[in-house]
């Protein structure tokens, strides 16, 4: 079993910078592939970044590519969303992700554990 917990949400402005936190129980972080997924009011959860066990792979929604970028840190069991260059249709709520499977996943069927989202808005 494996609890999540996201931090670091708030209300930015656009072009502004905000990083998410994501701290998981347990002493096997390091098994788990990583993933942040976003929801909007009304809209499908949606993929927005994944890093690997090792942290060797990376992979981004399109539209985020060069703006956000996913980190984890083993040693503290804990990953992170840097997200700069905010822009409105980044308000959503974001969720952290932890799969144990060996393809680093996008689909959020792959995930085996969910933290319950922080909110992030931009305002325009």
């Known amino acids: 079993q494996v609890q999540l917990v996201e931090s670091g949400g708030g209300l930015v402005q656009a072009g502004g910078s905000l990083r998410l936190s994501c701290a998981a129980s347990?002493?096997?972080?390091?098994?788990?592939?990583m993933g942040w997924f976003r929801q909007a009011p009304g809209k499908e959860r949606e993929f927005v970044a994944v890093?690997?066990?090792?942290?060797?792979?990376?992979r981004y929604k399109d539209s985020v590519k060069g703006r956000f970028t996913i980190s984890r840190d083993n040693a503290k069991n804990t990953v992170y969303l840097q997200m700069n260059s905010l822009k409105p249709e980044d308000t959503a709520v974001y969720y952290c992700?932890?799969?144990?499977?060996?393809?680093?996943?996008?689909?959020?069927?792959?995930?085996?554990?969910w933290g319950l989202g922080t909110q992030v808005t931009v305002s325009s």
């Open positions: 890093i690997s066990r090792s942290g060797v792979i990376t």
């Open positions: 347990g002493r096997t972080f390091s098994d788990y592939h």
């Open positions: 992700a932890a799969d144990s499977g060996i393809v680093v996943p996008t689909s959020e069927t792959s995930y085996d554990y």
